[in-house]
């Protein structure tokens, strides 16, 4: 049986889609073929520098349109500033692309409820980068819940941080930015 790989490409080639692009690299099965960036420059250096020798070049693109109508890609990665997340994912559900979106996916509710009925309608994935729901902590909290070793859920407080050493060439340590690093959301029942 020969296993047919997966074609993935970045919209958006800052800082967190090069970690993305990474991982991807590391996987068996999968390669990044283009990615598709505002500035020329910087989308030709993310893929010069994720470009395999032995290899086809990943494809340096700045209109999404090449992407999205590229027989080729299987799956687009959304790394663009979140205000661009909505028409760059709809397009590509649209286009049948499979869709990983970094994180917010959409401000509001209405815009996600769009974005499913794309992805239902036109029977492609879609998720918000939320990586860590896929911690095996998680796992052991949901059999520890099934199990009812907690007793009953009365309510729930997550916090998840993480250090952010201060860079001034980051745009994470804009002053707006530096306390948005931990994030804390409720929940009751």
């Known amino acids: 049986m020969s296993e047919r790989t997966f074609h993935w490409a970045v919209i958006g080639p800052g800082s967190i889609a090069q970690r993305f692009a ?4 590391q996987l068996d099965g999968c390669r990044l073929h283009a990615v598709c960036g505002r500035d020329a420059h910087r989308a030709r250096q993310f893929a010069e520098r994720w470009s395999t020798v032995g290899e086809p070049a990943v494809l340096a693109h700045t209109d999404p349109a090449a ?8 799956g687009v990665y959304v ?3 979140h205000g661009q997340h909505y028409e760059y994912v709809l397009a590509a559900l649209q286009a049948g692309k499979a869709v990983l979106c970094e994180k ?13 009925e794309a992805s239902r309608t036109h029977r492609v994935f879609l998720m918000e980068a939320v990586w860590t729901r896929f911690l095996p902590l998680y796992q052991d909290l ?6 009812g070793r907690l007793g009953a859920l009365r309510g729930m407080q997550s916090s ?20 948005a690093r931990c994030s804390t959301s409720a929940s009751t029942t």
């Open 22 to 25: 990474e991982a991807v690299a």
């Open 67 to 74: 992407v999205m109508n590229d027989p080729v890609v299987d």
């Open 79 to 81: 790394a663009t500033p």
């Open 104 to 116: 917010s996916l959409v401000p509001n509710r209405e815009m996600g409820r769009r974005l499913v």
């Open 142 to 147: 949901a059999a520890w819940l099934r199990e």
């Open 160 to 179: 998840f941080c993480f250090p952010a050493p201060y860079d001034p060439t980051a745009a994470s340590s804009a002053p707006r930015w530096r306390a």
